[in-house]
């Protein structure tokens, strides 16, 4: 009744996108719950040593230079607002001029936004609120072509190093005669998988990150791990502006380096781009392997579920004392256990004998008073085998 009334109501079953997306959720949350222990566990003691070594030093320069520390806050607080506007303790390139409004701008259509610029004026923070919905869905858009034409360059070329090994390996069998299963129709066109495309995407990203990382490690003085850390920040598009490339004074002059920069940033996130996208689809393929995995087991659990039941009822009959012989024909029931599983034979004959074939088997003769009851055989395992003339049977009602 219940199953009858699930199925008459469609909107109470889920379909297997809706599925996927609830489950996908789920992963989510779990996932970030453990990000958020970890990230804490791991910067939480950073964090408070730095706050109070700053009170300390703080504390040791009021009382050093005799100046108030409510002095020295709020000296402090103004230049917080001052960094806002762009103002640093080190002289660095200017931030609005051309070349570093340029670069302001594709740090905001490519949704990186280090943070290190933004606008102070109020009409250009309303301005920027346009500018940039038009030019991160262009650059959206962009970037979906991009991964378009890349993964058909890469299947192409997967596809041609294929046919040329399979024809290589044929001309190494056949003695020096080779035939294209292309044209003789003998073989479908091989494709490769998603996971080959997702590796090759993967060492393409690394050869970029560690070709650009030794560039600004040279550049800007970080050392290599700084520099690979940045590559990721910056081409993954998260942007936290601890580190920002081509920000000191002397990059004023080194425009080379200035447009490597930007052509970096440009095949580095496209790249990036197109690896998040293609392990998404395997992100998707694996939640529905999850959702198949659990729907296969839960049909088993309801397919096993009579006989469980079954046998609950055996095991609660040992505890009820022995049933007496019936007032009509008597009909033989057995019960056989047998390593832990149970089963019942029924013959309406005085002679006949049921047996099971197992080690360390128990029968016990009991009585059942429905004539037309018939029992059924429970064979758990294939371990049992019975034996006897005149046996009737059916499944046992729950």
Excluded at 12 to 24: M, V
């Amino acid at each position: 009744m219940r199953r009858a009334s699930l199925c008459c109501c469609p909107s109470l079953c889920l379909s297997r996108d809706t599925a996927c997306f609830c489950l996908l959720g789920v992963l989510i949350a779990l996932y970030m719950l453990a990000g958020a222990a970890m990230f804490s566990s791991l910067e939480g003691p950073a964090e408070l040593q730095a706050h109070q070594l700053w009170e300390t030093r703080l504390k040791d320069f009021s009382h050093e230079h005799r100046v108030s520390c409510e002095d020295v806050r709020s000296l402090i607080h103004h230049y917080e607002e001052a960094r806002a506007a762009g103002i640093r303790m080190e002289r660095g390139r200017t931030l609005w001029d051309f070349a570093g409004a340029f670069y302001f701008v594709g740090t905001v259509i490519s949704t990186i936004g280090f943070g290190m610029t933004a606008p102070s004026s109020t009409l250009g923070k309303v301005l920027l609120v346009f500018y940039g919905l038009l030019g991160c869905s262009a650059t959206i858009l962009f970037f979906n072509l991009y991964m378009e034409r890349v993964v058909t360059f890469l299947g192409f070329l997967m596809r041609w190093c294929h046919k040329r090994r399979s024809q290589h390996d044929a001309w190494l069998h056949t003695g020096g005669e080779c035939r294209d299963n292309d044209e003789h129709g003998g073989k479908e066109e091989w494709k490769p998988s998603v996971f080959q495309v997702m590796l090759v995407l993967l060492a393409a990203v690394l050869v970029v990150a560690c070709g650009a990382a030794t560039l600004y490690s040279a550049m800007e003085g970080w050392s290599y791990l700084e520099a690979l850390y940045f590559c990721f920040v910056a081409f993954s598009t998260v942007g936290f502006g601890d580190l920002v490339s081509c920000q000191k004074e002397h990059h004023e002059d080194s425009q080379g380096y200035k447009v490597a920069n930007c052509l970096l940033m440009l095949l580095g996130v496209c790249c990036m781009y197109s690896l998040f996208n293609i392990i998404s689809i395997v992100l998707k393929m694996g939640l529905g392997w999850m959702l198949k995995t659990s729907a296969w087991a839960y049909r088993n659990f309801c397919h096993t579920k009579p006989q469980h039941m079954s046998l609950f009822k055996l095991c609660l009959s040992d505890a009820n004392p022995p049933m007496q012989l019936c007032e009509n024909e008597p009909q033989r029931m057995q019960k056989i256990s047998c390593l832990g599983h149970n089963m019942l034979t029924l013959s309406s004959a005085p002679n006949t004998i049921s047996r099971c074939l197992c080690d360390e088997a128990k029968v016990e003769t009991v009585c059942h008073s429905d004539t037309d009851r018939l029992i059924a055989v429970q064979q758990v395992q294939g371990n049992c085998l019975l034996r006897g003339s005149g046996v009737n049977v059916r499944p046992l009602p729950l």
